[in-house]
């Protein structure tokens, strides 16, 4: 049975950052935003761990108290653990990235922090007073982060060739639509909730997430929902295409908003990704249900500027966790148009795997519920190495250099961040 202690906390000490800094040292911390980052939830110390795809498959789901909706579970499902889809081996060679396989983390107690207040929800009441006592606790000393690239980033006429590449396949009428991205290399160190907040200073993003899993770290700043799913059955899932840097100013970001909300390359990406994700949802879904809840728009997501829109659908009766993870992983967002022949052509093109890197992250429920992130703008970290990717769809008239220009423009706060550590000199090539 689910209990639920407050913890008195002034508005200041109720910052997540802050709460999770009073972790330091207990195993397993997450800390992550949902509900469109209104929400933060934040553990340690989990009682299980699972790597299949759904870690507890007798979990229904069911409407129940309040506190049922609290994450029970807090999972990493990357990008790795669905090429099975790839009728292509070309990655197969290539060196293990730092996620390969699912990763569940079952907690008996989630700090739930909201509009200033934190309450700890437990189903172990001796584990939540524990959990409410360390928040509790005087804040430590002032964090170290540290930041730097590991050597000269890629060249970025090698990107621009895998585009052209990319763009031979597309104009041949083998695909409509491909994501290509590469990846940034660099050295790390510091607390993952450290590094989360320097990396936070232009605006928190809706999936924010400092995950602190062993040997691993997992930083996100992602702005897009993967998939989320009710108690009803109802499923839905928020596409992002269409890119443009902020400047800061309003008038120039609405300039750039309209031109954005304008452009006919952006409009048909964003199109083609939606037709993708109707066929999956269509697959699982009561017939005659999915449907364009909210039409696609632009909305301001810390250094940029996105082209958003979200498909809903109901779930078909009998529909289990798994073959709804199974179908949607990984989307159609992240991989193109057909979605196998693009992820075949990922796997051709670039020279890395990719990891958690547009796999998905966050939570199950009690209630059976699902929340997940879409693992974009995401640092993981291993021994101090850290993998950052950037990309984005390639179409018929995809210009290569502008593409490159745009994953720029998408680790901008993370190229900031290192600009500062190296007294003003940007990293940028």
């Not at 008195?8 to 709460?19: G, K, T």
């Not at 590991?150 to 104009?171: C, K, M, T």
């Not at 075949?344 to 997940?372: C, K, M, N, Q, V």
Request: contains cysteine; glycine residues 8%; aromatic residues 4%.
């Amino acid at each position: 049975m689910l209990e639920e202690l407050r913890v008195d906390l002034s508005a200041e000490s109720a910052d997540p950052v802050r709460l999770a800094q009073r972790l330091r040292g207990r195993p397993w911390v997450s800390l992550w935003w949902g509900k469109q980052g209104a929400r933060a939830y934040l553990a340690c110390d989990p009682v299980e761990h699972s790597h299949a795809l759904d870690p507890e498959p007798a979990l229904p789901l069911a409407a129940g108290s309040p506190l049922a909706a609290t994450p029970r579970w807090v999972g990493l499902l990357p990008y790795e653990c669905r090429r099975d889809l790839e009728r292509a081996t070309h990655g197969a060679l290539r060196r293990a990235p730092h996620v390969v396989e699912p990763h569940w983390l079952r907690y008996s107690a989630v700090a739930v922090i909201e509009a200033g207040e934190v309450r700890v929800v437990g189903e172990d009441r001796q584990l939540a007073e524990e959990l409410a006592a360390r928040l509790g606790e005087p804040a430590p000393t002032t964090p170290t982060v540290a930041m730097r690239a590991r050597g000269a980033f890629e060249d970025p006429a090698l990107h621009r060739a895998r585009i052209r590449r990319a763009l031979e396949h597309v104009r041949s009428g083998e695909l409509y639509q491909v994501n290509l991205a590469r990846r940034f290399e660099l050295e790390v160190r510091g607390a993952a909730w450290d590094v989360l907040a320097r990396l936070l200073e232009r605006g928190r993003p809706p999936y924010a997430a400092a995950l602190s899993w062993g040997d691993l770290d997992v930083i996100s700043l992602s702005p897009e929902l993967f998939l989320s799913t009710d108690t009803s059955g109802s499923i839905s899932t928020s596409p992002i295409k269409g890119t443009r840097p902020r400047t800061g100013d309003a008038e120039s970001d609405a300039q750039r908003s309209r031109e954005l909300e304008l452009d006919p390359k952006e409009r048909a990406e964003l199109t083609m990704v939606l037709d993708v994700e109707r066929n999956d949802l269509a697959r699982l879904a009561r017939p005659g249900t999915v449907s364009l809840a909210v039409p696609p728009h632009v909305e301001p997501h810390g250094t940029v500027l996105h082209r958003v829109a979200t498909l809903r659908a109901e779930l078909r009766s009998g529909v289990t966790r798994h073959e709804l993870l199974q179908c949607m992983l990984p989307s159609g967002s992240v991989t193109g148009a057909p979605k196998v022949r693009a992820m075949d052509l990922i796997a051709e093109l670039e020279p890395e795997r990719r990891g958690l890197y547009t796999g998905a992250f966050g939570s199950l429920a009690h209630d059976g519920s699902l929340e997940l992130g879409m693992a974009i703008r995401t640092l993981t970290v291993r021994a101090g190495q850290a993998h950052y990717w950037a990309g984005g769809g390639i179409v018929a008239d995809s210009d290569p250099e502008r593409e490159v220009q745009e994953t720029l423009w998408k680790a901008e706060a993370l190229l900031g961040v290192l600009a500062q550590a190296s007294g003003g000199a940007s990293s940028r090539r």
